[in-house]
């Protein structure tokens, strides 16, 4: 019996939630992970119940330090990768984009980038191009790795074909001033070769009713009657297939654990063996029963009055240097995965030795950005498509020039020294001097090539 129960989940889905959670809440830093309790911070005697015990552990958690490492590792490469803006290729129809790309004010250059952090985080984003009869326009929608819960492909003309996508949404529901969380789902089926969308929701007023589809219609492009594809495509960390893919942050996630814990050990010996405790020696039983009655004041101006052959001391403990040792090695390997932002250098270094120190993370970043430039690009050309344009003059590229390069003045004279010799074209001294920053990047090395050769007579002119 085929099953029909639209909320039905992957398994490696399922399993690869609580790994994505784990990941998430390193990014968020201290407050999510201290949130988790004991999630991530194991008790120190999980037999013992007793309310001192308990209250023992919650000091203990008090007292870890989280270095959010992670978070600021995965700030830094979105950084690099957003240093300069991306660049986007389209049909002027299709200009409202760079403003308002989901219909409700986002802008692609901002999508972008969340798509792009969720993918450094958990590898995976999806993005769907949906039309709105509101506004007449294509929009493209985001969706988050943990609410794409089913997907089903099936080789269809010679390649593997998406023919089927749940998507978990969260809508607010009005109740007055107030409002309360619903959830309901998108199903993306490819019926008979033809794309059809069907929105489920709960039956009646109950929220333990059985999801019922609530509304089902068929997009389709400008022109034609149908789309024989699902307008959806997966964003991943290796590539942009639906298999799920391993997080770039997740080494580094795991290093940041066990550094969290030893953060605990050593918080909690420091508070322990910082405790110095008092002694006395050479009292007899009078003398601590005297003690005892009118009680000890220690300090300057509290003179202690000792028997004979009597003394004072304090007792400290040794420091346990070994989970400082430990936090100082895994922070040491932590650098050697690009978590240079907790350790700065202020030491000058040339371009190719930051360029060569990055290398292992760039080359990561890079894999990601260009997957996240395919995907807009794709996306970009089912917009062009619902409005009946040419869908292959789209493109957004996400910048993967991740370290500046110097515009040394011998390079920029050899750069036009062979353009005005003619060993280079117009375009292609152009697209150089876009390398080097000179001239915007966003700018057509065609149109910038018009511009100088029909640019008006300067005034120092001979």
């Not at 375009?427 to 915007?440: E, G, S, W, Y």
């Amino acid at each position: 019996m085929a099953n029909t129960d639209i909320t039905w989940v992957r398994p490696e889905h399922r399993a690869a939630c609580a790994a994505w959670k784990k990941i998430r809440d390193f990014c968020k830093g201290a407050d999510a992970v201290k949130r988790a309790g004991n999630a991530y911070l194991p008790f120190l005697d999980p037999t013992d119940k007793s309310l001192r015990n308990r209250k023992r552990n919650e000091d203990y958690l008090k007292r870890a330090v989280f270095y959010a490492i992670t978070g600021n590792t995965k700030i830094g490469l979105l950084g690099l990768a957003f240093r300069k803006d991306p660049t986007l290729s389209s049909p002027e129809k299709l200009a409202y984009l760079l403003k308002n790309t989901d219909g409700a004010g986002t802008s692609i250059y901002q999508q972008s980038q969340l798509v792009t952090e969720n993918v450094l985080e958990v590898a995976r984003e999806g993005l769907y191009v949906d039309y709105s009869d509101d506004s007449g326009q294509a929009i493209i929608l985001r969706y988050q790795a943990e609410n794409i819960i089913n997907w089903r492909t099936r080789r269809i003309n010679g390649r593997d074909q998406l023919v089927l996508v749940v998507l978990r949404e969260c809508v607010e529901k009005d109740d007055g001033y107030a409002f309360e969380d619903e959830i309901q789902y998108r199903e993306l089926a490819l019926v008979e070769e033809r794309f059809i969308c069907r929105v489920w929701r709960r039956s009646g007023e109950s929220t333990s009713g059985a999801y019922v589809v609530d509304s089902e219609y068929q997009p389709k492009p400008k022109g034609k009657d149908f789309w024989d594809e699902i307008p959806f495509t997966f964003v991943g960390a290796q590539n942009n297939d639906p298999t799920i893919d391993d997080s770039p942050l997740s080494a580094l996630v795991e290093i940041n654990h066990g550094h969290y814990r030893n953060s605990a050990d050593y918080e909690d010996s420091v508070w322990f063996c910082g405790q110095v405790q008092p002694y006395m020696t050479g009292l007899d039983t009078n003398w601590r029963d005297h003690l005892e009655k009118n009680g000890v004041k220690i300090g300057s101006r509290s003179p202690l009055l000792l028997p004979k052959d009597g003394s004072f001391g304090y007792a400290q403990a040794q420091p346990n240097m070994l989970a400082k040792e430990a936090m100082d090695s895994k922070r040491d390997y932590m650098v050697q995965l690009g978590a240079r932002l907790i350790e700065q250098n202020s030491a000058a270094k040339t371009a190719t030795q930051s360029s060569g120190e990055q290398t292992a993370s760039t080359s990561v970043l890079g894999i990601c950005v260009a997957n996240v430039s395919e995907a807009y690009s794709l996306a970009l050309g089912w917009c062009a498509k619902y409005l009946g344009l040419v869908s292959e003059d789209c493109s957004y590229t996400v910048n993967q020039e991740f370290i500046a390069k110097v515009a040394e003045s011998g390079m920029v004279t050899a750069i036009v020294s062979a353009w005005q010799s003619g060993a280079l074209r117009d375009t292609d001294m152009v697209r150089a001097m876009q390398k080097l920053d000179l001239i915007d990047p966003a700018d057509n090395p065609a149109d910038v090539s018009d511009a100088l050769r029909n640019q008006a007579p300067s005034l120092m002119g001979g």
